[in-house]
């Protein structure tokens, strides 16, 4: 699994394309999306996640709420990632 980090070690070539990297630059970058119907045990609506970013999940009552909120929680992800210098895998 190809991961970056904010603070590269010494000769660690796959780190590199984090440096300098803003948020803003990761939110552009194409993470594959999955979207689930719910059942109406569940709640109905729509699951969305993307399996690259563990724990990067929300859900809405229409795919494209799913997808709206997604990306908010994809944000968050990201910029909490960021302030702890996480790594943060990169999309496939």
């Known amino acids: 699994m190809k991961k970056v980090r904010s603070k590269p070690k010494k000769g660690d070539d796959n ?9 803003r630059m990761f939110m552009q970058l194409q993470y594959k999306i999955e979207l689930l119907p719910l059942s109406k045990q569940d ?3 729509y699951f969305a996640t993307i399996p690259r970013l563990k724990g990067c999940q929300s859900d ?9 909120n997604l990306r908010e929680a994809q944000k968050a992800w990201l910029a909490s990632a960021l302030k702890h210098s996480d790594p943060i895998p990169v999309p496939q």
């Open 15 to 23: 780190n590199q394309a984090r440096n300098g990297m803003s948020l």
């Open 60 to 68: 809405g009552s229409i795919p494209d709420d799913a997808i709206k």
């Open 43 to 45: 709640g109905g609506g």
